[in-house]
């Protein structure tokens, strides 16, 4: 593969504007899909139960392909698993507006599914690989923006249709646009090889994340994820109460979660990845102490220190790892995302089931209607404050760990 003199490669940015399409198709693929299920239960009769299990198959496709992706991403290349992404969002978006069933639809929301997972397999390494240093951290920053800043702009896309009385079949087709753009910019262009010899190979691979610095990681990305997707999926309904709305509430997260996520070199360059991850967590754990306290005007105040906390988790956690432990590889990566996702999915149960045990607590207090719902969600967000206090814990002992491990190397240097 060509590089330029800084030994980048000579098409990574063609490369990196193809991975923020393919992440907006991820994005809008989410967003719209959640915006037309009421006109989907409507049409074709579905229950609230089989509304879910079609959500579900998103849920499972995307850490499925992931893993599969990490595993065989130096054996067939990043450009394959985009070819297959592309075949798997190109068939499901059209079984979705033409099966017209349910299975039709579990096998659809699969196949997107699938399709999202290979996004994230095949441009998180190639992400790492074509860039260096800050500008790598840059980047990965950068590309991950296109999360909430797709779901920002498909929320709205979905919504004025909607209102508009477009039906849910022309939304649907909306998410062939992003994917037909990625499709082009990736055509005939090759990809770059490995940074370290160890990460093209299994074997490295699994070394790497034996390591105690991986496994320390992965379990902080688990802690990471729900504490950005489990408020992010409950604090909508809960806050529907407290006079907010929830539309702006959610609009406002992901728009700053994207525009932070822009500069999220700047903070990286000026903070280090360790120091921002441990700032994120304190600033998330303030947010979602405001959300289970706040009402009114204040709810969107507590929206901005949320957004902040959490929009650098996800790419700084996949950037501390493909900068930090490279021999983990595509597949370290890759793994590492699918726990994000797992732990999202895992803990969405046990905290409906907090919310249960709350309304139940606040109805025995002698609160009812919409105070009950308020009073009980808020007290749940209150215990979910728990997920970042553990990462406040967790990442300045990483803090240390790292200032440590860099003098132990400046120490080696210089007796050498």
């Not at 909306?174 to 090889?193: C, D, H, M, R």
């Amino acid at each position: 593969m060509e590089t330029t003199t800084n030994g980048m490669a000579s098409n990574a940015n063609r490369l990196f504007y193809g991975s923020c399409f393919a992440l907006i198709t991820t994005a809008f693929s989410f967003s719209i899909r959640a915006g037309i299920l009421p006109q989907l239960g409507e049409e074709l009769s579905l229950s609230g139960e089989q509304l879910g299990f079609i959500n579900s198959m998103w849920f499972l496709g995307f850490p499925l392909s992931m893993v599969i992706g990490g595993l065989i991403y130096h054996k067939v290349g990043g450009k394959a698993i985009m070819q297959f992404a592309f075949f798997a969002h190109a068939l499901g978006i059209i079984l979705t507006i033409y099966s017209g069933s349910y299975i039709g639809l579990l096998i659809s929301t699969l196949l997107i599914g699938l399709g999202n997972g290979c996004t994230e397999a095949a441009c998180n390494p190639m992400i790492a690989d074509a860039y260096q240093g800050n500008r790598m951290s840059t980047m990965m920053n950068r590309f991950h923006m296109w999360f909430p800043g797709g779901i920002a702009i498909g929320s709205l896309i979905s919504s004025f249709m909607t209102d508009m009385h477009f039906g849910w079949q022309t939304q649907i087709w909306l998410i062939l646009v992003p994917t037909l753009v990625y499709a082009y910019l990736f055509f005939g262009q090759s990809w770059p090889k490995a940074k370290v010899e160890e990460a093209a190979t299994l074997g490295g691979n699994f070394k790497a994340m034996l390591s105690p610095l991986f496994l320390f990681m992965v379990a902080c990305m688990a802690l990471t994820a729900i504490s950005e997707f489990g408020p992010n999926q409950w604090v909508g309904l809960i806050l529907s109460k407290s006079g907010a709305n929830p539309m702006i509430i959610l609009a406002l997260t992901a728009g700053l979660m994207a525009v932070a996520r822009f500069f999220g070199g700047d903070m990286v360059k000026q903070f280090n990845q360790t120091g921002v991850l441990l700032g994120s967590a304190v600033l998330a754990t303030l947010g979602i102490y405001l959300f289970s306290t706040q009402t009114g005007a204040m709810a969107y105040v507590a929206a901005i220190f949320f957004a902040l906390g959490v929009a650098y988790f996800w790419p700084n956690m996949i950037g501390f790892v493909a900068d930090k432990i490279p021999k983990s590889g595509a597949l370290g990566l890759s793994i590492l995302g699918a726990v994000g996702m797992f732990s999202s999915s895992i803990f969405q149960p046990i905290i409906g089931g907090w919310i249960d045990a709350d309304k139940a607590k606040a109805a025995a207090q002698g609160f009812t209607g919409d105070e009950l719902e308020l009073v009980s969600g808020q007290a749940t967000l209150l215990t979910m404050t728990i997920f970042p206090g553990i990462l406040i814990v967790l990442f300045t002992i990483l803090y240390f760990w790292m200032k440590s491990k860099k003098e132990d190397k400046v120490e080696a240097e210089v007796a050498s």
